[in-house]
């Protein structure tokens, strides 16, 4: 075999390598960009196609890129859980209070974030950047709380859940920023929690009305 025959597979192997590196690297990022926005990269898809789609998802990017979002430090983190854990107990008395004001909750904390909330459509567009998985959620959990006299105790139920998702996605730090603030180990038992703060949101009785309580008891007694 001459030289030159081998020299030229070299080359059509450099070429060949580099279009596999290529590919698959979009593939990757396609794949990591559609984890990251959940179904909100398909509702696009499905409205305007795969390309204008990307193009659309790159304008809200920069336009989110450019708002300066920042991560809450530790301390603003724990007070948004601890009222957040006030919230979901008033929800043993006050199931549509507490719904309204998990609502109320996010918004304080994007803004806190850095994001616009005056626009609630604009809020929307541009949470769908880093929080579009939590999003179907949290819309649902809207519609029902725009009629929380009306809904029932698990419907509810179910529209904390669809706040908490994102609540909790909104303290978390920013994908990369190498931070894991709140967990500092106790100064009581000199142990670091298996979680941070922000994320110890209690459950258990929270999610019933004293009515279901008493239920549950008489159902458990012989």
Known sequence: MSAGTIILIVVILAIVAVAATVV??????RTTERNLVGPEYDRLVDEVGPRKAREEFGKRRRRVDELGISPLIAERRTGYAGQWDTAQQQFVDAPAEAVTAAGALITAVAADRGYEVTDHDQLLTDLSVYHGRYLDGYRNARQTTARAGEATTEALRRALLGYRGLFLDLLDSPEGDGQAPG???????GQVPAQPPW???????HWKTRQQESSDVAASRP
């Open 199 to 205: 994320k110890q949101v209690t459950q258990g009785r």
């Open 24 to 29: 698959s690297t979009r593939m990757r990022r």
């Open 183 to 189: 967990l500092e180990a106790d100064p009581g038992t």
